[in-house]
């Protein structure tokens, strides 16, 4: 019996989004994904398994084909090192923005900027495009709270509204790149099963216009 398609899910905020999604295609798990502590679960569609995995974990097991595609934020790809799966779609959910973000009154920068990031390649790539020199600062969190300290000059981080910037005395400075949820397939996958895949990308595109 030939192995079912497996989809490859987000944790969090972005979940409930996919699962609706995947229900317009008539594609359901076997129980409640949000009462479990199970990671796979099949589906009523006997050809289909779904993954809940975090973000980074997702693009993981996409590229390793033990997903044959991965429903993933682009901030993820952005900072993700492998290469052995194609991103066909952009699935406009979960939309932010990756932003530079430093003080309202800030002072006179030096020319060597200090960025506190959770994105660091992200961040690196964007300053280098700019030519401008830096010292990397990884947090993984609070990161508003980074140029108020005096620890950084700007960050680098997703915005969503911009009413956290605002509540800590900051604001948006440049615009990296637009953030939503992308489908991501495995290249052997897309290959050996190319028919059911297509018939997904197809379906998924008609919902997302």
Not at 77 to 83: A, H, N, R, T, V
Not at 87 to 99: G, I, N, T, V, Y
Not at 131 to 152: F, H, R, S, W
């Amino acid at each position: 019996m030939d192995r079912p398609l497996v989809i490859a899910l987000s944790k969090g905020r972005p979940l409930l989004a996919q699962l609706d999604l995947l229900a317009k295609l008539g594609i359901t798990p076997s129980e409640d994904i949000g009462k479990s502590r199970k990671l796979v679960f099949p589906c009523n569609h006997p050809k289909v398994s779904l993954m809940v995995l975090r973000g980074h974990d997702v693009a993981t097991y996409v590229e390793h084909g033990i997903a044959d595609v991965g429903i993933v934020g682009k901030d993820v790809l952005l900072e993700f090192e492998g290469d052995n799966f194609y991103e066909p779609l952009d699935l406009k959910m979960a939309q932010c923005r990756m932003m530079v973000a430093g003080l309202v009154d800030e002072k006179p920068l030096p020319r060597r900027l200090r960025v506190a990031t959770k994105f660091i390649e992200t961040a690196k790539r964007f300053y280098a495009a700019e030519g401008t020199q830096i010292d990397m600062i990884k947090l993984t969190g609070g990161l508003e709270l980074a140029p108020v300290m005096g620890l950084a000059d700007r960050i680098v981080d997703i915005v969503e509204t911009g009413n956290t910037l605002i509540a800590n005395g900051l604001e948006p400075k440049a615009l990296i790149c637009d953030i939503s949820s992308r489908l991501i397939v495995n290249k052997v996958a897309f290959k050996t099963k190319q028919a059911v895949i297509d018939q997904l990308i197809q379906v998924l595109t008609e919902h997302t216009l």
